[in-house]
């Protein structure tokens, strides 16, 4: 049975991976121009030049060609040649998902820790004190958006001289870190206490505390495990957000990772280049889901019975 939703879960994760390629692929292949957009516009550019080179790339093929072309490369782990940088597109992605990694990994546990510790005692004093303050604390960071939040945080550091002369790397890193679990933190804080204090209000808990367990043992044994599924699930989705966000934040603080990347790649209409971050992107949104459906499996009977 765990062999079977695992192979069912993996193959729904490679088919939604192989949607989302060729939807990316066709989305550029329908947008106007292509790299050589700007030699057109060079006088000394030759029409012939252009279209010798326009053909040595590929891009004068039918789409489905070029698509089965760069999805060969993918399957053999090595992504076509950048047409900007002229180097292998996974060369340059390594290093710049390697930055995102290490961005992204301590931004996850730190907002999850927060909303975890936070969600819970709101959610044990409701509408007491820090109940209300942990409200006010959150919808006071759901109202600045992220790009708001990044910049005034480096305006911060440019006036205080956080970051030195030379920008260090790991004051940005830090800066970066901070950034993304303060946008995450609230909507997290929200649906933990949302979470545990419907497992704390349902029947089974009402009947443990009916047979005279203490408190800290009803809450350790019945509450929390009850409301670890819905949270397990958001663990998923938080991870989608999270690739998301790093890449605008990642732009706007100078992070080496994928977003700045991806834009550049963007504004060149390097077509490989965009592809693979793409990819990457979706690989860790997928991976994510993947790991947490995972996760409820191993959990919930219910799931492992289905």
């Not at 760069?70 to 998902?97: F, H, K, N």
């Not at 030195?164 to 804080?189: D, K």
């Not at 790649?265 to 390097?270: L, P, Q, S, T």
Request: no cysteine.
């Amino acid at each position: 049975m765990v062999k079977n939703y695992l192979l069912r879960r993996v193959a729904h994760s490679l088919l939604l991976l192989l949607s989302v390629s060729a939807l990316s692929f066709l989305l550029l292949a329908m947008a106007p121009g292509d790299f050589f957009e700007e030699a057109r516009l060079n006088a000394r550019a030759r029409p012939e030049t252009i279209a010798v080179l326009r053909s040595r790339y590929g891009l004068a093929e039918p789409l489905p060609r070029r698509y089965a072309r760069w999805a060969l490369s993918v399957a053999r782990g090595a992504l076509e040649i950048t047409l900007a940088y002229d180097l292998p597109a996974s060369t340059l992605l390594g290093p710049r998902v390697a930055n995102t990694l290490m961005l992204a990994v301590p931004s996850l546990a730190m907002a999850w820790a927060v909303a975890l510790a936070a969600g819970i005692w709101s959610a044990a004093y409701p509408r007491k004190l820090v109940d209300r303050l942990t409200a006010f604390l959150s919808s006071a960071l759901l109202a600045v958006p992220e790009v708001v939040l990044a910049s005034l945080v480096l305006l911060w550091a440019a006036r205080s001289g956080w970051l030195g002369s030379r920008g260090a790397t790991w004051q940005r890193l830090a800066m970066a870190v901070s950034v993304l679990a303060a946008g995450m933190i609230p909507i997290l804080l929200r649906h933990v206490r949302s979470a545990v204090k419907a497992a704390s209000e349902s029947a089974s808990v009402a009947a443990a505390r009916a047979h005279g367990i203490t408190e800290a043992r009803v809450w350790i044994r019945y509450t929390l495990p009850l409301a670890a599924n819905p949270l397990i699930s958001l663990l998923g989705l938080s991870i989608a957000g999270l690739v998301s966000s790093s890449l605008i934040v990642e732009f706007i603080l100078g992070w080496p990772g994928l977003g700045p990347l991806l834009l550049d790649a963007i504004a060149a209409r390097d077509v490989d280049l965009i592809m693979g971050s793409v990819l990457l992107s979706a690989v860790f949104l997928i991976a994510g889901n993947l790991a947490a459906d995972l996760l409820l499996f191993v959990l919930d009977p219910r799931v492992s019975a289905q």
